[in-house]
């Protein structure tokens, strides 16, 4: 029988992460973690090899990365996508001292991918609605959090902590807006969903829609306009997750 990270290998990626999500396979046999923590490595090493080579076709295209996506600067410096930090074990063990047992598809993407912000402005273009990918590293999320350690730890039942991961298109256009967050408690241990404002999709389905449309998610809230070139030459032989 064919392992779980083979059929992925082979291309079921969609299939294999429903699979995961649930904690089966398509036999009905649980999953081991073993086997589910190697399906999510090789997704994040094909998420930052995808970026990694975003940043460099966007650099090439003209992408300014130093300003919103409406136009006007940012107030400091950036960095579109960061190393990940030899200490990212501690932050990660830090982290859930405060929030318990993290996602493995959140805590792999940390260890392998990092903080990623491909917030900018493609010249000329009024695309001030195209979401461009942005999600927080460990340590930014652990400072978020560091405010929230009483809230975690006497959280009633039936109650739900929500922490931000990035900010929501509105405000990667310089605008007033709000946040796609994470929600605690979790409601599934491979993977979790990723609230935004007008829909909820998984996390690793919120990186499948961030490669289709070349790092810019926002595309797909607008389906009957015309694919930009751009658009189409930056996702142009992704990788598929």
Known sequence: MQSILGRYLDGECEAVWEELVVGVDRFGKPILHADALAVARETMRRVRHNLEVLVARLTEQGYDFTKYTEGSPFDGPKTSLETVKPEVTETLAEIEAITGPLPLSLRVFWEIVGGVDLVGYFPGMKW?????????????????????????????????????????????????????????????????????DSHQSTFVSHLRTV????????????????TPSE???????????
């Open 211 to 226: 490669f289709l449309w070349g790092g810019f998610p926002g595309f797909a809230n607008f389906p009957n306009y015309p």
């Open 128 to 196: 001030h609605w195209c979401d461009p990918m942005q999600l927080s590293s460990a340590e930014e999320f652990l400072q978020e959090i560091s405010d929230l350690e009483e809230e975690f730890s006497e959280l009633p039942e039936g109650e739900s902590v929500w922490v931000s991961l990035g900010a929501d298109a509105l405000h990667k256009a310089n605008i007033s807006g709000g946040s796609y967050c994470i929600v605690f408690p979790l409601e599934y241990q491979a993977d979790f969903i990723f609230e935004q």
């Open 231 to 241: 658009i189409l030459a930056l996702r142009q032989g992704l990788l598929p997750i």
